[in-house]
């Protein structure tokens, strides 16, 4: 009998194409996990430059799949925000969002806005 086969892992970021009003869109898809939790701040750092002001990142297709994963998202937005940029995330996981909250990211005058968040289960990593 075989093992059977692991999911692979892949990360990918591209500025989508930019609303008629509104901030542009940075669509981030794969899994974020520890394989590629070290990439996330690098695949995002030059977008959100482009972007140079508000953003919303668009998670619709992203799985975060380990602490790991959440930590490197958590400690990214918890940066931008830090730095004054006005960040909405459309379609975040759930457990993001709760994580987003227990920071206290999602409060104050430049909170997190978060848009159709994913009513997912949590992850048990």
């Not at 482009?50 to 953003?55: I, L, Q």
């Not at 998670?59 to 830090?82: F, K, N, S």
């Not at 709760?98 to 978060?114: K, T, V």
């Given at each position: 009998?075989?093992?059977?086969?692991?999911?692979?892992?892949?990360?990918?970021?591209?500025l989508g194409?930019?609303?008629?009003?509104?901030?542009?869109?940075?669509?981030?898809?794969?899994?974020?996990?520890?394989?590629?939790?070290?990439?996330?701040?690098?695949?995002?750092?030059?977008?959100?430059?482009?972007?140079?002001?508000?953003?919303?990142?668009?998670?619709?297709?992203l799985?975060?799949?380990?602490?790991?994963?959440?930590?490197?998202?958590?400690?990214?937005?918890?940066?931008?925000?830090?730095?004054?940029?006005?960040?909405?995330?459309?379609?975040?996981?759930?457990?993001?969002?709760?994580?987003?909250?227990?920071?206290?990211?999602?409060?104050?005058?430049?909170?997190?806005?978060?848009?159709?968040?994913?009513?997912?289960?949590?992850?048990?990593?």
């Amino acid at each position: 009998m075989t093992a059977p086969a692991e999911k692979p892992h892949h990360l990918a970021a591209w500025l989508g194409d930019r609303p008629a009003a509104g901030p542009p869109v940075i669509i981030v898809e794969g899994i974020l996990a520890r394989p590629t939790a070290a990439s996330l701040e690098g695949l995002l750092a030059t977008l959100l430059h482009k972007a140079s002001g508000p953003a919303s990142l668009d998670l619709t297709d992203l799985d975060i799949e380990d602490t790991e994963g959440m930590l490197a998202l958590v400690d990214l937005l918890r940066a931008q925000q830090r730095a004054g940029v006005a960040l909405t995330l459309i379609g975040a996981p759930q457990a993001l969002g709760h994580n987003l909250y227990r920071s206290r990211l999602i409060e104050g005058p430049n909170a997190i806005r978060l848009v159709d968040m994913r009513q997912d289960e949590p992850f048990l990593g």
